[in-house]
């Protein structure tokens, strides 16, 4: 059986038995897929680095018959993207990246855009002369939420329409997103600038591949960080096993309280 090739980012793996491993690769045309590499730790020249997490590789495999594991024939290595795997902080973020994807688009359908996305994201740490990495976290959770339709209202009101520039609006993702002072009266648990709303929606302006050139201020940063968690929050099943150890290099975070 000839195999099907697949530009792919490798998200994560897992040990099987003594010698084999399960990967979780993000396929660009085909979407999220599992796959089995046999004896891939017991021989380390079958296929060396190119099944370590957040690889850019190539991947021959065999499709599964029914709801099995695809078998994975050969994988070329194209980037390691070593240059992120020396800074514990990138390391996290990346990991999170990769959850955030798996989560929001494993559906199994594909979506080109996304693997694009991620490629981006992941080259801005690993050669990156671009954003810090808050910055680099914002526009990569805005573009995912754009890319599967769940984009809160920024620029005004979510229950009235109003778009009046007041000092401080409120955020709820579940009522939809923005609220003026009179929709919220107070129920909604984030205050914050509108300026940061208005950022956050000219982030989506700018190529989906872009990580460079923007300058957030410390504000837009906090307050950017707080609106992403709580829109995500709303499309996650549950917490992603990444997202405690990243929140210890989070902005704003104190240091010694945990999470
Ligand atoms: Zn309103």
């Known amino acids: 059986m000839k195999p099907h090739v697949s530009d792919a980012i490798i998200l994560r793996h897992s040990d099987y038995g003594d010698a084999d491993r399960i990967v979780i690769f993000y396929a660009r045309d085909l979407g999220l897929l599992k796959g089995f590499a046999r004896n891939a730790r017991s021989s380390r020249r079958r296929f060396g680095a ?61 979506h080109p855009e996304v693997f694009d996305l991620l490629g981006a994201f992941l080259d801005a740490m690993a050669h990156g002369d671009g954003e810090g990495l808050p910055g680099i976290r914002l526009l990569l959770e805005m573009r995912l939420l754009r890319a599967a339709g769940y984009v809160p209202h920024l620029l005004h009101c979510s229950e009235c329409g109003d778009a009046a520039a007041e000092a401080e609006v409120a955020f709820s993702a579940a009522r939809g997103g923005r609220l003026c002072a009179r929709c919220a009266s107070g129920r909604a648990g984030l205050w914050l600038s509108p300026l940061t709303l208005g950022t956050l929606a000219r982030c989506l302006k700018t190529a989906d591949v872009l990580f ?48």
């Open 50 to 110: 190119a099944l370590e997490p957040f690889a850019q590789v190539r991947v021959h495999w065999i499709a599964p018959r029914g709801e099995g594991l695809a078998s994975l024939r050969e994988v070329e290595l194209e980037d390691l993207r070593a240059g992120l795997r020396a800074r514990l902080d990138a390391l996290a973020l990346a990991a999170y990246g990769c959850e955030l994807v798996e989560e929001l688009f494993g559906d199994g359908a594909p």
């Open 212 to 259: 460079s050139g923007f300058r957030f201020g410390a504000q837009t940063l906090l307050e950017g960080q707080a609106v992403l968690r709580d829109a995500l929050a709303l499309h996650l099943s549950r917490p992603l096993r990444s997202q405690a150890f990243l929140e210890r290099f989070s902005v704003g975070h104190e240091p010694g309280k945990g999470g």
